[in-house]
């Protein structure tokens, strides 16, 4: 008992720290790679590292679903890579952390809007919540311009795309194993992103193709990190902790990682303003409201 308890909490907090970590890794690699030849590494080592289970896997889900599956994978983590590494190469980690946090909020709102699904007043009020701390986020910021709000944007777009992936599979794939949802799906993602990198059309990844030989080149590590370790390894983890515990708790890890982003943010020289814990503490308020609400 105590041995299955303290896998439970050693895998809940490792997959905080290693999601945590996701922002500083992109944010490192884009010091020479473009966002997309980041994001592109990112699920072609992922896709790499999980081929043998995903080709297993594909002959386990019925046919009708695999389409699913291959738009699960592109909103779930083949679009949302490209719009957090197109935001952090202008935003600070601390506030991707931070406007992640939007991603339950997102989970309820298209439920109710287009899955019919229902709504109490506690999940409402959690949503607004969360909107208002993300609005004082933005207003707090001295430097507030067109193009800071872009990238922002580009971060809300992917929690976005998060909640109507939940959503879909939460709807449309009930009965299918969700450790072969996340292996078939990043094997759908993987082909095309690993067919980009291998094009080099106009040296969109030539960069990218360069230092996949330059092993002693530092930054081709993050990548690999990325893919490896906060994708692969990472899913391979939380489908674990799933079996183990239950999506609710599972799901909590969510609410822990913008502290870890602002630790790291901390360390790796970044300035937190106080509006920003403020504003985090009101989305995480929020985000408990949802989630206790019955």
Not at 27 to 54: C, D, N
Not at 87 to 98: E, H, P, R, V, Y
Not at 121 to 137: A, C
Not at 172 to 198: D, P, R
Request: with cysteine; charged share 10%.
């Amino acid at each position: 008992m105590y041995a299955s308890k303290f896998w439970v909490w050693f895998l809940f907090l490792l997959l905080t720290v290693l999601w945590g970590f996701s922002y500083f890794f992109m944010k490192a690699g884009l010091e020479v790679y473009t966002p997309l030849q980041m994001a592109s590494m990112r699920i072609a080592f992922a896709g790499v590292v999980l081929l043998p289970w995903s080709l297993w896997h594909l002959t386990k889900v019925p046919k009708n679903k695999i389409w699913i599956l291959i738009v699960s994978g592109f909103f779930g983590n083949g679009i949302p890579a490209v719009l957090f590494c197109l935001a952090l190469k202008g935003l600070d980690t601390n506030l991707a952390g931070i406007l992640n946090a939007l991603t339950p909020l997102w989970v309820l709102v298209i439920g109710v809007l287009f899955f019919s699904k229902k709504s109490s007043l506690q999940k409402t009020l959690g949503v607004l919540f969360g909107f208002v701390g993300v609005l004082i986020l933005f207003l707090s910021k001295g430097d507030i311009n067109l193009h800071n709000v872009g990238l922002s944007l580009f971060i809300v777009l992917a929690t976005l795309m998060y909640g109507l992936n939940i959503n879909i599979v939460d709807t449309y794939l009930k009965e299918v194993s969700s450790l072969y949802i996340g292996t078939v799906s990043t094997l759908g993602i993987a082909v095309v992103y690993i067919t980009l990198l291998g094009v080099g059309v106009d040296g969109a990844f030539g960069t990218a193709s360069y230092h996949l030989i330059q092993w002693n080149e530092r930054h081709i590590w993050f990548a690999i990190a990325l893919g490896v370790l906060n994708t692969a390894l990472s899913n391979v983890m939380f489908f674990q902790l799933l079996k183990i515990s239950s999506a609710s708790f599972a799901s909590m890890i969510t609410y822990i990682m913008p502290f870890i982003t602002i630790i790291i943010a901390l360390f790796i020289g970044e300035t937190i303003p106080k509006e920003s814990l403020f504003c985090l503490a009101l989305i995480l308020t929020g985000v408990v409201l949802v989630r206790k609400s019955k």
